[in-house]
Structures are given as structure tokens and as C-alpha cells.
């Protein structure tokens, strides 16, 4: 699929509201000067929005498969599975990273971010978690950015909601067509930047 159009289907936002706008400008100039021309613009902006909103609702692009693996890899943590073969391991590639704050952030390898995820079934075990805001786009035809922002309740909040954001890395692994997961960043935690003490 061309960039351009996984750009397109994966952010129809503004497109979709420019189309609007000139569906609405000739349907009202249609209207006013009673020209069959300017309707017919009209119709037509109004079936190349519909067609966009479809398309980028049913067509799955590279983005939309990856998120996928952040579903699962919530739904494990909410769990504390950590080995199951839905678990928060097997989201993760062999070279997985773990940074706080940044991506530009020193980081841990993979056993890092493992014991990192293992303080959930501990310390940190979720009671609650609410998907605040989720996000992605598609960067390369095997490589893809998911933004996450979560509300969530844990033993060690004392009962009290902390609200974090995470930037998730996800590649194509050729070799089991399936999308995993080669770097996390922990970027907040209450607004400002999460640093490597927390996930101990």
C-alpha cells in the first residue's frame, strides 16, 4: 500500500473535514444560485467523504494490525500474564528496550524491560486501568509508533489513580508475519517524565 494513502486511512481527520466543508460551501451556493453544477460538486465531495470514512474504517493498514499487540499486551498486564501465549512476553521482540522519559534515554534489554513488566504481578499489580487516549501511526511498511495514555490504579498508589503515557516501537517479524514490540517508552508519569526508579 503507498504511503500516502496508509497516511491517509490512518489520519482521515482533515481530509475527511475539508470534504465536508465543500460538501456544505456548494450545497449552500447550489442552493442559493439554483445551479445544477454546484450540486453536483456537492454530491460529489459528499461521496468522496463517505468513501474515505469507509475506507479508513474497514481497510486495515499496518498501523491498525500493530495496535493489536498493544491490546494484548494491556489486557496481559491488567491480568499480571507474563507467559501465557497471550502474555506480555510473547508481545515483545528478542532485542525489546525499555527507556523512560525519551527514546533518546539510556535504556535496559530485554531481561531489563522483563523485570521491569514483572513488578505488575507485584508491587504495581493494576486493580483498575482505563485506556485514556491510544494512537499510531505507520512509519515503514514493517515498522510502526503506537502512543498510549492510560488512568490506572495499582497497590502502590494507596488506591489513588495515576495517569501514564507510553510510546510503544513495533516491527513486522518476517519470519511469524506477526507484529511485536522492540522498544517502550515510559514517557510520563502525572505529567512529568518517568524515571527508571519507578518500575522497581
Same mark, same amino acid.
Given at each position: 500500500m503507498p504511503a500516502f494513502l496508509v497516511s491517509l486511512l490512518e489520519s482521515p481527520t482533515v481530509p475527511l473535514a475539508v470534504l465536508i466543508l465543500i460538501t456544505v460551501g456548494l450545497g449552500?451556493?447550489?442552493?442559493?444560485?439554483?445551479d445544477s453544477r454546484l450540486l453536483v460538486g456537492a454530491v460529489s465531495a459528499a461521496a468522496a467523504a463517505a468513501t474515505l470514512g469507509l475506507a479508513a474504517w474497514l481497510v486495515p493498514t499496518p498501523g491498525s494490525r500493530a495496535v493489536a499487540t498493544i491490546d494484548r499486551l494491556v489486557a496481559a498486564a491488567e491480568q499480571a500474564d507474563f507467559d501465557g501465549p497471550e502474555g506480555m512476553f510473547a508481545q515483545l521482540s528478542d532485542s525489546a528496550s525499555l527507556h523512560f522519559g525519551t527514546d533518546r534515554s539510556p535504556g535496559v534489554g530485554l531481561e531489563g524491560l522483563k523485570s521491569a513488566l514483572r513488578t505488575l504481578g507485584? &508491587?504495581?499489580? *493494576?486493580?483498575?486501568? $482505563?485506556?485514556? %487516549? &491510544? %494512537?499510531?501511526? $505507520? *512509519?515503514a511498511p514493517d515498522r510502526v509508533m503506537v502512543e498510549l495514555g492510560c488512568r490506572t490504579v495499582t497497590e502502590s498508589s494507596m488506591g489513588g489513580p495515576v495517569v501514564t503515557g507510553w510510546s510503544f516501537e513495533l516491527r513486522l517479524d518476517e519470519t511469524s508475519g506477526r507484529w511485536v514490540i522492540q522498544r517502550v517508552v515510559f514517557q510520563t508519569l502525572?505529567?512529568?517524565?518517568?524515571?527508571s526508579r519507578i518500575l522497581r
Open positions: 449552500v451556493a447550489a442552493r442559493a444560485r439554483e507485584r &508491587r504495581h499489580r *493494576i486493580r483498575e486501568n $482505563t485506556v485514556l %487516549s &491510544r %494512537s499510531f501511526r $505507520t *512509519i502525572g505529567g512529568r517524565p518517568a524515571d
